[in-house]
């Protein structure tokens, strides 16, 4: 995905700080261009600093030092309700005390909308949500689920062209919350509006974004499509946050072609493509996907011992824990196809995996 | 086919496994399984019930009984009943109106002899002297000369005395003949009945019930408007201020109800007299004369300055308990749907608040239409509520009847109240914590 230009940003963070206390940086130089129509996610573990982002954006907090752009103006002295932003809540946020039909009309009240343009508008976006029966019920009366597509519809009422959505699928059961991703996928495709959306969740962020911002410790650790997130992570932190990860620290050795040669704990060497990894003696993380390892599999430059430790059973694979180079903790997904060979704890096995996908990060 | 037992912990029963297929479902030994579970339900209730048996006791004997006692006293009086056996004998044969004739006048100091026997002539001129000031005397009286008088009675006792013949003392007696009277709610409503028996109200310069029921209604509406006003900001910022710093200002607002309520009400008067505090630094400013000292102590102002200090606790507890509960993202919400300050604060954030407020006001306000010491310290006599007239016959003028009917109006009118505000906001919605 190519990089967002700052003349086509609709939303733009230039070098943005924040500071709640005056000591320490709770989001640290952000710069971040969302282009018009995008779905972006700001993905981190809590206290990463994300929440801050979309509350500054949405106009609760205030940036410390730096600008925050909407449509190429400068929204940093815009009080909350002059910006036009829709929000969909962690908890909803549905007042208590309204009707359903009364939670939608609230936005279009305040913008001083006549009677009967409300009551279309409303019914438009229950309909949109399909839950253009439940217009006189209170929230309380709803299930959690509903109670998300109407949060949903009232983000989305007032035709805001951007909306931010702060953990809205986190009160859900899995099955709900996969289905709900899927709607406010294809609400965001066919609405065209461009989406904030802020979760813990890296499943939820691979499945729904165009692009995911990986947050830690108050900056962005890598900004990429889902995929490129999964497939070519730039660091170790997001190797580790996105998916499942096998580990093998070592130090650097040398260069060959365009591969690094790491020395590993038990004293052997693995070839490993040089991601981020220093010069010849500093220390490295390689970082190796589950299923790109395979057992048994035909000679490779990486092939080594295996023993195999643990075997949890999950249905459609096998989980696999082996020890290799030392690491007790190595983990291969086994398919429980026809024909596949059946393990055995304690069994001694080899493994193997292309140098290609062994990535050289930064040590932990 | 098993059917499954209900899920309560009392009832560790079997029913037979494989029992009639669509008949009542039995125990083990053929018994119907809903009597026994039945029984089992009711000795679970019957030991709920023993233990707060000994709490119900108490209150019955310390609180329910001496009220309900009271509350007679509003309409049973007996003394003048129990002790005139021959007077309330002559009113039973002879229908109101009657002109009192020799044989009612024999039959009065036939009594007034029997009170000099038992001693009880001051109970009864006391009876009669509630609704007729000044005729205890008269009775003190006629039973110590009762026995020297002779026939006929009539002249005799309006020798003695001429008010005997006063038609209202008839009046009075007859009323005072039955032990059961309405007379005590009347004089708490500012009425008497006039020598024929009708309800008229009492002098104009003697009307005082009605007025003190006004104003203690009135400043009871003002003190909750004020504890209202002042609690509302405070209880937000304790439900809004981080923890630490909202315990150090709980602290600050439960303060008061640490300190001694006479001590609370003592150091207002230090405040507020004529030479207080107050009014010697308005003096030392300038901002008054010294002759030019502002009154407000024994008055109304002293009255609502110190009940409102006293009560607001009373609001702002049930106003933070509610307060609590509101997540703030509400206010969020509204303001990121387009809602100005002002706008999500009276359609989402002050609704939500409104069972607090209905709690808060109706503590507040039924506190203060009962509030005794204060009124009473500071009010002075512009100052005082019905509580301090209720007090006042009890103690002093001990017309236990008359307080008792005041009582049960101000109790009555408590209850109208709390009606209207059940109809008007529901008892449902009331959060009390």
């Known amino acids: 995905m190519v990089e967002v230009q700052s003349q086509d940003a609709f939303v733009e963070f230039d070098r943005v700080q924040k500071s709640y206390d005056g000591e320490t940086l709770v989001v640290k130089g952000l710069n971040l261009r969302i282009a018009k129509g995008e779905f972006v996610t700001m993905l981190g573990p809590s206290g990463s600093g994300k929440t801050t982002c ?68 409303v019914r438009a976006a229950l309909d949109m949500v399909q839950m253009g029966d439940f217009i006189n019920r209170r929230p ?86 889902p995929q490129d997130l999964y497939e070519r992570p730039e660091n170790s932190f997001v190797a580790q946050f996105i998916g499942e990860n096998n580990k093998l620290e070592g130090t650097v050795e040398g260069y060959e072609d365009d591969l690094v040669l790491v020395r590993l704990a038990d004293g052997a ?11 010849p ?75 290609q996908d062994a990535r050289a990060l930064d040590p932990l | 086919m098993t059917k499954e037992l209900p899920a309560d912990p009392h009832v560790a029963l079997v029913a037979t496994a494989g029992g009639v297929e669509d008949g009542p479902l039995t125990m083990a030994d053929g018994t119907s399984l809903k009597s026994a579970m ?37 309409v049973y009086s007996p003394n003048f009943h129990d002790n005139m056996p021959n007077l309330v004998a002559w009113f ?68 003695l005395d001429p008010k005997w013949g006063d038609p209202a003392l008839w009046q009075v007696m007859r009323g005072a003949a039955s032990p059961y009277t309405m007379n005590f709610y009347l004089a708490a409503l500012d009425l008497k009945r006039d020598p024929s028996g009708k309800i008229v ?57 640490w300190t001694s309520l006479l001590v609370r009400t003592t150091s207002w008067m230090v405040l507020l007299q004529s030479q207080g505090v107050i009014n010697d630094i308005l003096v030392a400013l300038g901002v008054i004369s010294d002759d030019g000292r502002i009154q407000m102590m024994y008055n109304k102002i002293g009255t609502v300055v110190a009940m409102t200090h006293i009560l607001l606790p009373f609001m702002v507890l049930p106003l933070y308990s509610v307060m609590r509960t509101i997540n703030p993202s509400y206010v969020r919400a509204a303001r990121n749907l387009g809602a100005t300050s002002w706008t999500a604060f009276r359609r989402i954030y002050f609704p939500q608040t409104v069972p607090g407020i209905g709690a808060g006001a109706l503590l507040v306000f039924i506190l203060a239409v009962g509030y005794y010491i204060t009124p009473a310290l500071v009010g002075g006599s512009d100052g005082t509520l019905i509580s301090n007239l209720i007090a006042f016959h009890i103690q002093k003028s001990l017309n236990w009847s008359l307080a008792a009917a005041l009582a049960a109006l101000l109790l009555t009118g408590i209850l109208i109240l709390y009606w209207l505000y059940d109809k008007l906001v529901g008892i449902d919605n009331l959060k009390l914590g």
């Open chain 1, 54 to 121: 979309l509350m500054m954006l949405a106009g609760f907090e205030t940036a410390t030092s730096g600008e925050i752009r909407l449509d190429g103006r400068p929204i940093n002295n815009i009080p909350p309700h002059k910006r036009g932003i829709g929000m969909v809540f962690q908890n909803y946020a549905l007042f208590p005390h309204m009707t359903v039909g009364e939670n939608l009309s609230f936005p279009l009240e305040v913008r001083g909308m006549g009677k009967d343009a409300r009551a279309e508008k």
């Open chain 1, 140 to 225: 309380a009366q709803l299930s959690g689920g509903q109670q998300q597509r109407i949060a949903l519809a009232r983000a989305l009422v007032f035709e805001p062209e951007l909306v931010l959505m702060d953990e809205p699928l986190g009160a859900l059961d899995k099955q709900l919350r996969e289905h709900m991703q899927f709607e406010i996928k294809h609400l965001h495709e066919r609405l065209g509006i461009t989406v904030v959306y802020v979760t813990h969740d890296q499943a939820e962020a691979l499945t729904m974004s165009d692009r995911v911002a990986v947050f830690d410790d108050g900056v962005i650790q890598q900004l990429a499509s």
């Open chain 1, 269 to 279: 060497i693995t070839r490993a493509n040089p991601v981020k990894c220093g010069d």
């Open chain 1, 281 to 355: 003696g500093s220390a490295t993380l390689i970082s190796i996907r589950p299923e790109r390892v395979w057992l048994e599999g035909e000679a490779n430059e990486n092939t080594t011992e295996a023993e195999v430790l643990e075997l949890i059973y999950l249905g459609d694979h096998l989980r696999c824990r082996l020890r290799v180079h030392g690491n007790e903790d190595f983990i291969v997904k086994v398919p429980n196809s026809a024909g596949h060979k059946h393990l055995v704890v304690g069994e001694r096995t080899r493994v193997s995996w292309n140098a």
């Open chain 2, 38 to 74: 039945a029984r089992a339900q009711f000795r679970a209730r019957l030991r709920a019930f023993l233990l707060v048996l000994p709490l119900l006791a108490f209150v019955v004997i310390t609180f329910i009984m001496p009220i309900g006692e009271l509350l007679k006293r509003s």
């Open chain 2, 92 to 159: 039973a044969e002879h229908p109101p109106g009657t002109e009192p004739d020799e044989s009612a006048y024999a039959a009065l100091v036939a009594d007034l002899r029997l009170l000099k026997k038992t001693k009880k002539a001051g109970l009864v001129g006391t009876r009669v002297n509630y609704e007729l000031p000044g005729s205890r005397s008269l009775f003190t009286k006629g039973a110590r000369k009762a026995k020297k008088l002779e026939p006929p009675f009539r002249e005799a006792l309006l020798k």
């Open chain 2, 201 to 257: 109200p009492v002098d104009e310069n003697r009307r005082i019930y009605k007025m003190l029921f006004g104003r203690t209604l009135a400043l009871s509406l003002l003190i909750t408007f004020l504890t209202l006003i002042l609690a509302y900001p405070i209880a937000h910022l304790l439900a809004t201020l981080p923890l630490r710093k909202s315990n150090l200002l709980m602290i600050l607002v439960l303060l008061p109800f």
